[in-house]
């Protein structure tokens, strides 16, 4: 966002003073004065469709206000070759000749001054709560005299980082290391989104979080001491408070609905610890999306959904081993049997429509006494898609750990199991084969993280992969970092899998 030489042609004392009150009556209105609702209701509203839009624009040059979606303020500075319009929801200026939002010093004072007012209400009221930084002449001097750019290349080790363990928090680490080289988390961060609402920041998970992001992308190459995150975890999750070895599994549920409390009492003033479907912190942009249940009458074929929000899925490989095991083995030596599970036999079984074990239930649409099926698809694709591979199998008796090997691709194709383009049980049987590589980039998703456990069920060890840039990967086993061959990841056992979506779909 940059200036531009129009608005110094016709910034004056009026145009501010225009700008003061767009500002004072819209963006960060103060206490109700005679007329000020309708007033504000005529400001809210698009003049030319009469609707409440998320984006609207006023002019800086009369007292039109126009949607921007629809073209009504487009077409508003064509006809009246008013150039200049402020956006009413962040009052950022706008300009028509350039085709692009400016920034200029004065019109932000005069956004500064409102913001100081101790009636200015709302979210603007936190986020600017951040004081904005202008270099002092010593820092130009610094920065001209420290001009050093780092370039990204194929030997470019920014972003890797070392974590020590504090006592069996292997699981930690390896969730840390994935949560760190997730994109859009990593963007979110590093471009200072979180503004902190506590009156302590010692106690925000959100900041030292960011503060994790910041080590890591730093210069340094010494691990970092995770230990003010291991206590905010057991303050926020109880059930993980510590020394015994915890299931990373868990811990990625736990960070992520202690993180989604915080944004969400940020946001709404309430805390939260679930997963919630309408809302909108950065952890539920990223990582949630939706499953769809269906019950189906046999009889009827009338079906019965619901919609449930998740953060990752769940899939049994215990059933498809013992398949395997019966059906298709591959002898690879004397001592040594693997099996050919593949995260797509585990994706189709987990989407396979299913018939209830309970007797013939009553239909309410037919009224008849039938079998029912239960199918499970995706509805909505999360941007960063956990798929958990459920390795500990417990029982009143024992326990055990599943070992065996699943197949994962590099690329994955969801289409097959998106509820609306869910193939029925005669093209099942091809899904599978679709090219990853050849499907729609909303519903392609990249490998970038892997989580591993070596062990038992009582005693074991976490490690990740991640990917860099470059495709490089990159294998972290705590403190530990060394280089890892993409073929040396694909034949990982994988417990947990991050995938992210090729490509995303902006309102």
Same mark, same amino acid.
């Given at each position: ?88 929801? #962040?009052?950022? +200026? ?65 972003? +890797?980082?070392? +974590?020590?363990? +504090? ?81 990373? #599994? ?258």
């Amino acid at each position: 966002m940059t200036t531009c030489a129009h608005i110094a042609k016709l910034k004056d004392n009026q145009l501010l003073e225009q700008i003061r009150i767009i500002t004072s009556q819209i963006i960060a209105p103060s206490s109700p004065s005679p007329g000020h609702n309708q007033l504000k209701v005529i400001l809210s509203q698009c003049h030319t469709c009469k609707k409440y839009q998320k984006r609207l624009y006023a002019c800086t040059q009369c007292v039109f206000v126009g949607c921007y979606n629809h073209g009504h303020i487009q077409n508003h500075a064509k006809i009246t070759n008013h150039q200049l319009a402020i956006d009413t929801l #962040h009052g950022v +200026l706008f300009c028509f000749e350039c085709n692009k939002h400016i920034y200029d010093p004065d019109v932000e004072n005069a956004h500064c001054q409102r913001m100081q007012l101790s009636s200015c209400k709302g979210h603007l009221k936190q986020i600017y709560k951040y004081k904005y930084w202008r270099p002092s002449t010593k820092e130009i001097q610094l920065l001209s005299s420290n001009n050093t750019r780092y370039k990204l290349s194929s030997k470019s080790k920014i972003g +890797l980082k070392g +974590l020590a363990n +504090l006592g069996n928090t292997c699981f930690m680490n390896s969730i840390v290391q994935a949560l760190v080289h997730t994109p859009i988390l990593r963007d979110y961060f590093l471009s200072d989104k979180h503004q902190c609402s506590y009156d302590n920041n010692q106690t925000c998970i959100a900041c030292e979080l960011a503060s994790i992001f910041q080590k890591f992308y730093s210069v340094g190459s010494l691990p970092h001491i995770p230990n003010k995150l291991l206590y905010l975890i057991w303050t926020n999750a109880r059930h993980m408070a510590g020394y015994v070895q915890q299931d990373a #599994h868990e811990f990625l549920i736990a960070i992520l609905n202690s993180l989604h409390g915080h944004f969400k009492g940020e946001v709404n003033g309430s805390t939260v610890e679930k997963v919630d479907d309408n809302c909108q912190c950065i952890i539920h942009q990223i990582f949630a999306g939706n499953l769809q249940s269906d019950v189906t009458c046999q009889n009827c074929r009338n079906s019965s959904t619901t919609i449930d929000p998740f953060f990752d899925i769940s899939m049994d490989i215990g059933s498809l081993e013992n398949d395997c095991l019966d059906h298709s083995v591959e002898t690879v030596s004397e001592n040594t049997v693997k099996s050919s599970v593949s995260l797509l036999d585990c994706l189709k079984r987990f989407t396979h429509a299913e018939t209830l074990d309970q007797a013939k239930l009553k239909c309410h649409q037919c009224h008849e006494y039938s079998e029912f099926t239960k199918q499970l698809t995706v509805k909505k694709l999360p941007i960063v898609l956990c798929l958990h591979l459920k390795r500990f199998e417990h029982s009143k008796k024992l326990g055990r750990k599943i070992t065996t090997y699943v197949a994962f691709p590099d690329v994955l194709n969801m289409e097959p199991y998106i509820a609306k383009l869910k193939v029925n049980d005669s093209k099942s049987d091809n899904a599978d084969s679709v090219d990853a590589k050849s499907c729609s980039t909303n519903i392609r998703y990249y490998l970038f993280a892997v989580i591993n456990h070596s062990g038992t069920i009582d005693s074991g060890h976490y490690t990740c992969y991640v990917r860099q840039p470059f495709n490089q990967w990159y294998e972290c086993d705590d403190a530990k970092i060394r280089k890892a061959a993409t073929e040396d990841v694909l034949a990982s056992e994988g417990y947990l899998l991050f995938y992210h979506r090729e490509s995303l779909n902006y309102e």
